[in-house]
């Protein structure tokens, strides 16, 4: 039972344990003190909001609000950081008992003696065993712990305050009740820890109230101390409550003593901060020029398989002019900045390996190894957009040839078909004598075979109809139509020729022959006359080739043609003959002929004349085809330079991958030495350039030239250009690599000897010389440095070296973990550690707390990235400090 007034005389130096003894040795019938009791109540109801705050709520009456227990469980889990049992909310006094017991077993498991304190006074609004208990509490998790020169609790704070005010005059603390009547004591505890904040040559010793107000005032609003006392009940009371000043005072301590580890704390987290946000830059950096690379891809590969067609060769040529400009302008820049980008990721590593953070995982879609897909996926584009545009100049040439060969052959249709049916519907046999309509049955017949000559014509002219249709032509509906047209017409004419024979055949048998010669010739002539038509077209078709092969063919083929003229000539001098002898019976006859002949339109002389039109065409043909050589001559010059020109630069970009490979591996000198010569290689490798630009120059004239195909050369353009691009890569990645081992030995202080030895013994080692070991050499490596290792030693070490289980270990890697053992690196159990300590030992910390104690910009910095507390310890606007110091080190998501 805890006695009031015999805890106000001094206690004996026994130790915590005597000292808790003495305060519950008192009797409960005894009665408090009036005064004392008003500035109990006021300092423990403080004292009990100071902390009851930190929940989101507060009490007004002391023996009221902790009458259903649940305020109660819940300070002492807020002063404790423990978790009590869980309450029961009902309103029966029953509930009510329960919940108190549950504070009074939790106030008991921490070695504390409740004499004569029981659950239903408390839930009854005893006041004096309400106080009673809270000073327990109050001495077990505020006073108890307190420990000065061996010297614990009460003494301890005692000894504490006489070394603190020491210095200063008029003060002489000796107590908990008279020594801090008149106020200094309290000024001038505060101004021993913050002078800024008190005058303390400006109090007077006469003037206590003002000397009391002065320092509750100061330590609400700087110290967060709330006013637990009121300086006219202190002034006013002969002598003050010891237990309210012990109170009052120990949350003076509790501030003070705290105040050192917090500014060690802020200035590791400021050293921590002042890294990660070093590194969150250069992340932003990296993030910022992938999603704008990308973004170009993204912008680019639509447009290269864009395979929207054109519908003449100029307009595919256009094209593939703004297919050049993008390959020699737009694109080399992004090369740059590919590179770029992987040089500025492998550096950002090297900052976290050597900071102790964890990995940089770009954000989703960005890795090295996205980009690096996206840009493949590009050059495949790329590619495949060349081979289209060269394809469908290709296409648009053999339609432009076919859709002229259409329209010449539909003309030529057209011109024959001229005047056909009205020659078929005429009824003129019916008034013609039987010499007459015999030959108007020869002449039919012979219109017959002109027919079945023309069927094949129309069959081409189909034929090229259906390939326009098939290749896309643009102008399909005009060619379909006109097909359409000339196919109607024929199945007309097939309709009215049969029609017009049956007529003649019924007449036939009322008429007498016809004369023979006339028609043999009409026979002969009708065919003879379709050859020459034929021959025609055939020495005015136009031809598209690509090599001298071709060309030899159409002349070989030509040759032939030519080879057949003088049968020809011996046909036609044949009919010229029948004609002749026409004239010679009807002369020697006395036959008066009337017009020409009945059988057929052609005549004599338009066969003379198609005969000499086609021999004047011979050598016109002779003249284009020798043309056509000439030019097939001169691309084939074209393809022997290009390809002389490809494979002088294949081969010095080949030599030059080799040599940079061995370069690597047996480079000698200081780190910077390297780097210099390096670069004074890249340099050297660039002034080839103008060799690159050479071959791109007769590349463009091949292109022009339309020249699909080197024989000459195993080498494309394209390949050239890849190769060149690797070994630029190549050369950049190489002195990217030094770079990085310079900054691992300036960061981790590594001596230019450690580095000599580093690389010697891994050359050592590296059978290979490929700049790689696999595990078998790099375990003989680690042996031979003196390390001893096992096979769960060695797994670590490897899934240190080689976190992606390639199953190879870079040199990179191997001086970074050699650097890595013996550097000694914050931890996030550290930070935690350090911001528990600004948070005063909360599970959470507020953004007042972190602007009072960390510079402004690493503080917003904390509070912009802080997820909400969701303890059931929290208050409002608590903030989760242990998850952001674990995300810092890749513990936790952030």
């Known amino acids: 039972m805890v006695d009031y007034h015999a805890a106000n005389n001094q206690p004996s130096a026994g130790g915590v344990q005597t000292y808790m003894e003495q305060e519950n040795d008192w009797d409960r019938d005894l009665l408090l003190d009036p005064a004392w009791e008003k500035q109990q109540r006021k300092t423990f109801t403080a004292w009990c909001n100071s902390h009851l705050r930190k929940a989101g709520t507060q009490i007004e009456n002391i023996e009221e609000d902790f009458r259903d227990g649940l305020k109660l469980m819940l300070l002492l889990e807020v002063i404790s950081g423990e978790r009590l049992a869980k309450p029961e909310r009902g309103k029966m006094r029953v509930h009510k008992i329960n919940n108190v017991n549950k504070a009074l077993d939790f106030i008991a498991s921490k070695g504390v003696k409740l004499v004569s304190i029981g659950a239903e006074e408390i839930v009854d609004g005893n006041a004096k065993m309400t106080l009673g208990m809270i000073w327990t509490i109050i001495l077990r998790f505020a006073i108890q712990d307190i420990s000065v020169e061996e010297t614990s609790a009460k003494e301890g704070l005692l000894l504490w305050c006489q070394r603190k005010t020491a210095p200063y005059k008029n003060v002489n603390v000796q107590n908990f009740h008279i020594s801090w009547k008149d106020g200094l004591a309290f000024n001038a505890l505060i101004h021993r820890h913050r002078p800024d904040l008190i005058d303390y040559d400006s109090l007077r010793k006469d003037d206590p109230v003002h000397n009391l107000n002065n320092a509750f005032e100061v330590a609400e609003k700087h110290l967060d101390i709330p006013k637990m006392l009121d300086a006219e ?60 690379l990308l973004e170009w891809i993204r912008r680019t590969i639509p447009w290269l398989e864009n395979r929207t067609q054109e519908k003449t060769v100029n307009e595919m040529q256009a094209k593939q002019e703004d297919f050049r400009d993008y390959r020699c302008v737009h694109k080399p820049p992004k090369v740059q900045e590919k590179c770029q980008l992987e040089i500025s990721f492998n550096t950002l590593q090297t900052k976290l390996r050597l900071s102790n953070r964890p990995a940089f995982m770009p954000s989703e879609g960005r890795m090295v190894s996205d980009i690096n897909g996206a840009w493949h996926t590009l050059e495949g584009a790329e590619k495949g957009y060349e081979e289209w545009i060269l394809s469908e100049i290709r296409r648009l040439e053999r339609l432009e040839h076919l859709a002229e060969k259409f329209h010449q052959k539909a003309a030529i249709h057209q011109s024959w078909t001229d005047g056909k049916e009205a020659m078929l519907t005429q009824k003129d046999y019916e008034t013609s004598t039987l010499s007459e309509v015999k030959a108007l049955l020869r002449k039919h017949e012979a219109f017959e075979s002109d027919l079945a000559a023309h069927q094949d014509r129309v069959e081409q002219i189909a034929a090229i109809a259906q390939e326009l249709n098939e290749l896309d032509y643009y102008d399909s509906a005009s060619v379909n139509a006109c097909c359409q047209k000339i196919c109607d017409q024929w199945d007309v004419l097939g309709a009215l020729t049969q029609s017009r024979k049956e007529s003649l055949e019924r007449t036939e048998k009322q008429l007498e022959s016809i004369d023979e010669l006339y028609l043999e010739y009409a026979k002969r002539a009708a065919p003879f006359n379709n050859w020459m038509e034929g021959a025609m077209e055939d020495l005015q078709d136009m031809f598209i080739v690509h090599n001298i092969e071709e060309i030899q063919g159409l002349i070989t083929a030509h040759e032939q043609f030519k080879s057949t003229l003088s049968e020809a000539n011996k046909e036609r001098e044949a009919i010229q003959a029948i004609q002749a002898e026409v004239q010679k019976i009807a002369q020697s006859n006395g036959i008066k002929l009337s017009g020409g002949n009945p059988y057929t339109t052609i005549t004599p002389e338009s066969i003379d004349s198609k005969w000499e039109k086609a021999m004047a065409m011979v050598p016109q043909r002779d003249a284009a085809l020798q043309e056509e050589l000439n030019k097939q001559n001169s691309n084939d010059s074209l393809r022997a330079t290009f390809a002389t ?4 630069v294949g081969a010095y970009i080949q030599a030059k991958m080799e040599e940079i490979g061995r370069i690597s591996i047996e480079m000698n000198g200081t780190l910077e030495d390297q780097l210099t010569s390096l670069k004074d290689y890249q340099k050297n490798i660039m002034s080839y350039m103008p060799e690159i630009n050479k071959l791109e120059g007769y ?164 509070i912009a990235r802080m997820a909400p507390y969701t303890g059931p310890d929290g208050a409002p606007g608590a903030l989760d400090y242990m998850s952001f110091s674990t995300a810092l080190y890749g513990e936790s998501d952030l």
């Open 233 to 292: 009940d202190i002034v006013g009371t002969l002598r003050p409550d010891e237990k309210a000043i012990m109170t009052y005072v120990s949350c003076f301590y509790h501030a003070f003593s705290g105040a050192q580890k917090a500014e060690t704390a802020a200035n590791r987290i400021c050293k921590v901060l002042a890294v990660n946000q070093e590194n969150e830059q250069m992340m932003e950096d990296y993030e910022k020029l992938a999603s704008e």
């Open 645 to 648: 020109q490809a494979n002088t």
């Open 699 to 862: 590349h463009q004239l091949i292109q022009e030239a339309l020249i699909f195909d080197n024989q000459y050369t195993a080498y494309t353009m394209e390949h050239l250009r890849v190769g060149w691009e690797q070994l630029l890569t190549t050369i950049a990645r190489t002195i990217n690599e030094v770079e990085n081992q310079i900054l691992t030995r300036d960061a981790k202080g590594i001596s230019q000897e450690q580095l000599y030895e580093y690389r010697a013994s891994f050359n050592h080692f590296d059978k290979k010389r490929s700049g790689q070991m696999v595990s078998d050499d790099f375990r003989a490596l680690l042996i031979s440095t003196g390390n001893s290792l096992g096979d769960g030693e060695f797994a670590r070490i490897m899934g240190i070296v080689d976190p992606n289980g390639s199953g190879a270990v870079t040199f990179q890697a191997f001086i970074d973990f050699m650097s890595r053992e013996t550097t000694d690196t914050d931890t996030a159990d550290q930070v935690i550690a350090s911001f528990k300590i600004l948070a005063g030992d909360k599970n959470f910390i507020t953004a007042e707390e972190l602007r009072r104690e960390l510079p402004p910009d690493q503080a917003e910095y904390c």
